[in-house]
């Protein structure tokens, strides 16, 4: 018997992106600045860290694909661009038409949250092949690094 979708997903680790895209919706709704511009700092975390993934390990987006049972093509690039792109574009233009600021404490928070979950889900060593995919080493920490410094960093130099 087949395990309904569902069932898969119960017994899968949320990645961050869920967490992610949860503070996006929440932020979104409330329409609450601090949560924008943590989800703006977020978000840009995300974006930037899975897509150099994708450049540092040119076959890691088809093996998560393939581990996941994810769709391919252009259906997986729909939803890479709702999932990983859309979010910060959205808020971001948020943020600009209200006037709201995104400071370096938003992105701090932002770093933490993602920091932190990503400290659990590896019990302290920062390399999430049994979330994602398997990738060297150097590859996960260099997503880390970029992911915190354009969430600490460049989104709120954007601002």
């Known amino acids: 018997m087949h395990a309904s979708a569902w069932d898969q997903l119960r017994q899968r680790r949320a ?12 932020a979104s709704m409330l329409q609450s600045p601090s949560l924008l511009a943590i989800s703006f700092a977020s978000s840009l975390g995300v974006i930037t860290s899975f897509h150099l993934g994708w450049i540092q390990d040119t076959t890691g987006v088809a093996r998560l694909i393939k ?3 994810l769709p391919t093509g252009l259906v997986f690039h729909f939803y890479n661009f709702i999932m ?3 979010p910060p574009i959205v808020v971001a233009l948020n ?3 209200k006037g709201w600021p995104c400071r370096t404490h938003h992105g701090l ?3 933490i949250f993602h920091l932190t979950w990503g400290l659990i889900e590896s019990r302290g ?3 999430l092949d049994d979330i ?4 060297d080493p150097f590859h996960w920490h260099q997503m880390w690094l970029c992911g915190l410094i354009f969430e600490v960093w460049v989104a709120p130099a954007l601002f």
């Open 15 to 26: 990645g961050f992106t869920l967490w992610n895209l949860s503070l996006f919706l929440v």
């Open 67 to 69: 581990r996941n049972g």
């Open 84 to 86: 990983h792109i859309l």
């Open 95 to 97: 943020l600009y038409y």
């Open 109 to 111: 928070i932002a770093a």
């Open 125 to 127: 060593h920062l390399l």
């Open 132 to 135: 994602y995919v398997d990738m």
